[in-house]
């Protein structure tokens, strides 16, 4: 089995900054793509950031300078910098990995979401 644990949610004024770190621990042989999605109140889930094993980005049209995602491989932890935040940021921010637990059996996981609130 594999947990992700998350952390570094909070409440903040429009223009401050956040950091979230996702740290991964269990029958891991190796973690795959790295992500954060976020569901905004009413809305679907949908992806901010996604970082693969080779550190290739990816980011939501919406966060692009102004969110950073990385990734320490050795202690398989994903982060996100949320710089010049906005309330339309507001929303449960989930992390997600993608992982190998043997070597033929890759599984999404999830976190339990870690709210972040932006008022203006």
């Known amino acids: 089995q594999v947990q992700l644990v998350e952390s570094g949610g909070g409440l903040v004024q429009a223009g401050g900054s956040l950091r979230l770190s996702c740290a991964a621990s269990?029958?891991?042989?190796?973690?795959?793509?790295m992500g954060w999605y976020h569901q905004p109140p009413g809305k679907q889930r949908e992806l901010v950031a996604a970082?693969?094993?080779?550190?290739?980005?990816t980011y939501a049209d919406s966060v692009k300078g102004r969110f950073t995602i990385s990734r320490d491989n050795a202690k398989n932890t994903v982060y996100l910098q949320m710089n010049s935040l906005k309330p339309e940021d507001t929303a449960v921010y989930l992390c997600?990995?993608?992982?190998?637990?043997?070597?033929?059996?890759?599984?999404?996981?999830w976190g339990q979401g870690t709210q972040v609130t932006v008022s203006s």
């Open positions: 997600h990995a993608r992982v190998a637990t043997t070597a033929w059996l890759v599984n999404d996981y």
């Open positions: 970082i693969s094993s080779g550190g290739t980005t």
């Open positions: 269990g029958s891991i042989l190796r973690i795959n793509d």
